[in-house]
């Protein structure tokens, strides 16, 4: 069978392919270790206990985290859901910042229920690194009753980074709730939660992580006490099994129903997998893909590049005279170069970008990516614009 | 040898437990205790030797290890 060879650039929606590791580690754990974690007190439920335990602490000393303080989830989604609805009070008030993905605007804007509302402050500033202008931002957002500052350590569409440990020092000094969707950032960025003051940092199994989609995480920085995160989710636990109400330690707290223990498997096989290959190796590595990327499209005239001045991540959003992002996308996958076009669950930043009405297109690497997959893309970006 | 169970309420933590006592040399198997010895029902612990009791008390207590208890077991 012929198989065509496909260039794939939407690793910020998921990284793909996997580390060869990480299919092995989820093949095992269904073979061997596939007994319920923390339920049975047989060999196999125990061996798939102690792989969710090793996951557990791996992914806590990339954060500075305790591994019982890293509760598993479905998707960062549900993290995001669980420390936004678990943290946040009645009639306060939520501030986050201008280019949130719709896994923080969402959440946060159902709290109307609870009649707490939000602010946005402007996390991009003037130019890259302006954390003074971030800062001020957030200040003039603050109001007497705000809990809670909610922040992307990187933006999913703009090359844009919050200065956690600034911000993480203002909201220690107001006695603030400090939530990161690190969705974007963990994996290629070093974030110790203690030293930026964070409370909960949510990220998914299958982006920086190289992990199976169906995982994700919380992790609880220490100044949050285990009661004082409210359950969205009620169920067992395989532990306090006499009580109504779940357990009040953590991570048991936070985690009602069988835990994805394949997919936990692999997201261990994947931070072993960034372990060694470096977290800020690979962040270096992403960010000249995308400066080679900038250079070569640079030389279209039609394609208009957004903040080309600014290098951070893996990320790359752009536009082409006299095509819709949808046919960009399209054209493109014909040639075999997987691309995402639309507004990628992230309106608001859009709106910073003036691309709310069009969408854009984005082109995203990863660690398996090469200089020769921006060659290829180069090359049918500009066969396509040819054809207009 | 004597044996005895120290309570940790939850898998989670009798495998830190474990681990953090295999650390400082001291062997400790991960159990899940009996309905009875449990609070609130089903409860997770480690079984280690009684002798140690007082080592495994002070490690734990550096450890931030919470809510732990001992459980006399059998010889």
């Known amino acids: 069978m012929m198989t ?95 280019i949130e993905h719709n896994s923080v605007l969402r959440p946060v804007s ?10 946005l402050f402007d996390v991009v500033g003037k130019a890259q690194g302006d954390t003074e202008g971030v800062l001020a931002s957030l200040k003039s957002a603050l ?16 090359p844009v980074e919050a200065p956690l440990e600034a911000i993480g020092e203002l909201c220690r000094k107001k006695g603030l709730t400090f939530i990161v969707d690190a969705s974007q950032s963990f994996g290629c960025v070093e974030t110790d939660i203690e030293k930026c003051g964070i409370s909960a940092l949510c990220a998914p199994f299958h ?39 779940m357990p009040g330690y953590l991570p048991e707290r936070l985690e009602a129903g069988t835990v994805p223990t394949p997919a936990i498997a692999g997201a261990l096989a994947g931070a072993e997998f960034v372990k060694r290959q470096g977290a800020s ?40 005279e006299g095509f819709s992002g949808e046919e960009l996308a399209a054209a493109l996958d014909k040639r075999g170069i997987c691309v995402r076009s639309g507004l990628h669950c992230s309106p608001l ?14 082109a995203s690497v990863s660690a398996f990516n090469s200089y020769s997959d921006v060659d290829a893309f180069a090359d049918s970006l500009s066969a396509v614009l040819s054809l207009r | ?51 140690d009791q007082e080592k495994i008390r002070r490690i734990l207590d550096i450890s931030d290890i919470p809510g732990y208890r001992f459980i006399r077991g059998k010889e």
């Open chain 1, 4 to 98: 065509r060879r496909i260039i794939y650039l939407d690793n910020a929606a998921t990284t793909f392919p996997k580390p060869e590791g990480v299919i092995r580690a989820v093949e095992e754990c269904m073979r061997y270790r596939g007994g319920n974690p923390g339920r049975s007190s047989h060999s196999v439920s125990v061996a798939a206990a102690q792989t969710v335990y090793s996951a557990r602490a791996a992914i806590a000393s990339m954060c500075g985290a305790e591994p019982e303080r890293v509760a598993f989830t479905l998707n960062a989604t549900y993290a995001l859901n669980l420390a936004i609805k678990g943290l946040v009070r009645p009639y306060s008030h939520v501030v986050i910042s201008n």
């Open chain 1, 110 to 119: 159902s709290l109307s229920s609870m009649k707490t509302d939000y602010s």
């Open chain 1, 143 to 158: 109001r007497g009753n705000t809990g809670a500052v909610v922040v992307c350590h990187r933006s999913n569409t703009l």
């Open chain 1, 207 to 245: 982006k920086g992580l190289y992990g199976p989609q169906g995982g994700g995480f919380a992790a609880f920085g220490k100044s949050v006490s285990d009661r004082e995160i409210r359950t969205i989710m009620q169920g067992g636990s395989g532990s306090a099994s006499s009580e109504v109400s």
């Open chain 1, 281 to 320: 190796r690979i962040d270096r590595y992403e960010r000249e893909l995308v400066e080679y990327m900038k250079k070569r499209l640079s030389r279209f005239d039609k394609v208009k590049v957004y903040f080309p001045e600014r290098s951070c991540g893996g990320i790359l959003l752009f536009n082409a």
């Open chain 1, 349 to 362: 930043s859009h709106r910073v970008n003036n691309t709310l009405s069009c969408g854009a297109v984005r």
């Open chain 2, 1 to 51: 040898m004597k044996k005895c169970y120290v309570s940790m309420s939850t898998m989670t933590l009798a495998q830190k437990a474990r681990n953090i006592l295999a650390l400082n040399k001291i062997k400790a198997n991960v159990v899940k205790l009996t309905v009875d010895q449990s609070y609130g029902g089903c409860s997770w612990g480690v079984e280690t030797d009684c002798d």
